[in-house]
């Protein structure tokens, strides 16, 4: 990733877009797991940026992280939660299994994706679970994406032909769907003025505070809301899979 675009990246973790992510983290979790855990689980958080997906995980159990980028693991050393930081890139050997494996706009980093899904795969327990998010729709790819690293984004088909036959697809469906019409505006736009710009690589600004911020979160949270397991949504910015090991 750009090094301005991480650093901005970090400066949005508590942004509308991040909050929302979370909620939806918190909210397909509770469909599948008991309402009351017998035991902490094991969590791992492939990609865990500066630790924005934490404070849920933590929620459920014990997390380990994996995290590549020198920012995001001096963020994460300072986080109560964390027991144990991988500084690698997947796939690489680790004998561990998880009960919850989380990958959050990750996989779109991976050149070699299904590889690096199958990794994760593997080092689920029986029963456990994966879920993840990915930027939705190639057509919208921009400067912004490179500038974040991203070697694609995803249809619904395309991501699911990444798991498995044998892995359970608990749910599956585009989200920020609400905002889309917008989004889809606003990157246009911003697009545009990259034409004319200096600087060719640049990430897309994020309201992380004020008004917009604060508009943008309540109807990113209302999107969430909304979902439940058998939402199928047609379209949105990012796709989202909760997957099980049978």
């Known amino acids: 990733m750009d090094r301005e675009a991480y650093i901005r ?20 979790l509770s469909w599948f797991l008991p309402s009351e855990l017998s035991s902490p689980l094991e969590i791992l958080d492939v990609g865990a940026g500066v630790g924005q997906n934490i404070q849920v995980f933590k929620s459920f159990g014990v997390v380990d992280a994996i995290e590549i980028d020198p920012i995001g693991i001096e963020k994460l050393k300072k986080l109560d939660g964390v027991r144990d930081i991988f500084e690698c ?4 050997e680790l004998s561990r299994t998880y009960d919850i494996i989380g990958a959050f706009d990750v996989i779109e980093h991976i050149k070699e994706d ?9 080092r689920l327990r029986p029963g456990g679970i994966f879920i993840a998010t990915v930027p939705a729709f190639q057509w919208l790819f921009s400067s912004h994406d490179r500038a974040l690293g991203h070697y694609r984004r995803y249809s619904a088909a395309e991501f699911n032909a990444l798991i498995p036959k044998e892995y359970a697809l608990l749910s ?4 920020n769907s609400l905002l889309f019409p917008a989004a889809v505006l606003t990157r246009a736009i911003w697009q545009f003025k990259q034409l004319f710009s200096s600087r060719k690589l640049e990430k897309q600004h994020v309201p992380h505070d004020g008004w917009l911020n604060t508009i943008l979160n309540r109807i990113l949270q209302l999107d969430v809301s909304t979902m439940k397991p058998s939402s199928n949504r047609w ?12």
């Open 9 to 28: 990246y970090s400066e949005e973790s508590d942004s509308w877009l991040h909050r929302g992510r979370r909620e939806l983290i918190k909210r397909a």
């Open 89 to 92: 890139n997947v796939p690489f």
């Open 114 to 122: 299904k590889e690096a899904v199958h990794w994760i795969l593997e």
């Open 172 to 175: 599956a469906s585009y989200f």
């Open 235 to 246: 379209f949105g910015l990012s796709y989202f899979v909760c997957v099980r090991k049978v």
